[in-house]
Each structure stands twice: as structure tokens, then as C-alpha cells.
């Protein structure tokens, strides 16, 4: 059983920054890749960042400059720091993993439960 559990969201100004983190849990091999998406009301959930466990990163055109993905492989954790936020950011980011269980195994996606980001004055 794999788990991901995200922190960090809340209601942040305009301009302002917030720093979301991420930790993966349970029978785990290898993280083969970790990343951050959002979705927001009425829309479909998109790609914000993802970063491998060699540390290749790759950013939405629209946080490029602003968001920055970084990742403990020690501990199993991602983190996004946010900075320049605006009310467009607003959404609910989910974290995910692409997970290997077991040496030579397929690999899974796995989603946490998702931590809600307002930027709001």
C-alpha cells in the first residue's frame, strides 16, 4: 500500500508565496518520478511541475519563473515553492508519484489527496 500525503496549502495574497510539500509512504522500491499537478473549478486538472529522481525538472509554461519543484529522495518527499502567486493559481494541487513496488516491476501512479491553494486579497 502506497500513500501520498500533501501539505502546505492555504490562502496566500497576490505576490505572496506558499510552499507545498509531499511524502510518499508504504511498500516502495524505487520513485521513478514526482510531480504536482492542479485543477481548478470547472476546469481539467494540468501538469504544474515534475522533477525525476535525477532531478530533470519540467514546469507548466504558465509557473515557469515562479514555481520551483524540488525533491528529497532520501525521504521519499517533494516540495513546490510558489512565489509571485496570482488569483490564476487558485486550485486544488494534488501531488503524484510514479512508483516502483518491487525490482523490475511495472510502475504505478499514485495521487494524494489533494491540498487546496487560494490566492486571494
Known amino acids: 500500500q502506497v500513500q501520498l500525503v500533501e501539505s502546505g496549502g492555504g490562502l496566500v495574497q497576490p505576490g505572496g508565496s506558499l510552499s507545498l510539500s509531499c511524502a510518499a509512504s508504504?511498500?516502495?522500491?524505487?520513485?521513478?518520478?514526482m510531480g504536482w499537478y492542479r485543477q481548478a473549478p470547472g476546469k481539467q486538472r494540468e501538469l504544474v511541475a515534475t522533477?525525476?529522481?535525477?532531478?530533470?525538472?519540467n514546469y507548466a509554461d504558465s509557473v515557469k519563473g515562479r514555481f520551483t519543484i524540488a525533491r528529497d529522495n532520501a525521504k521519499n518527499m517533494v516540495y513546490l515553492h510558489m512565489n509571485s502567486l496570482k488569483p490564476e493559481d487558485t486550485a486544488v494541487y494534488y501531488c503524484?508519484?510514479?512508483?516502483?513496488?518491487?525490482?523490475?516491476?511495472?510502475?504505478?501512479?499514485?495521487w494524494g489527496q489533494g491540498t487546496q491553494v487560494t490566492v486571494s486579497s
Open positions: 503524484n508519484a510514479l512508483i516502483r513496488l518491487r525490482n523490475g516491476g511495472p510502475s504505478y501512479s499514485y
Open positions: 508504504g511498500s516502495i522500491f524505487s520513485i521513478i518520478a
Open positions: 522533477i525525476t529522481n535525477g532531478g530533470i525538472t
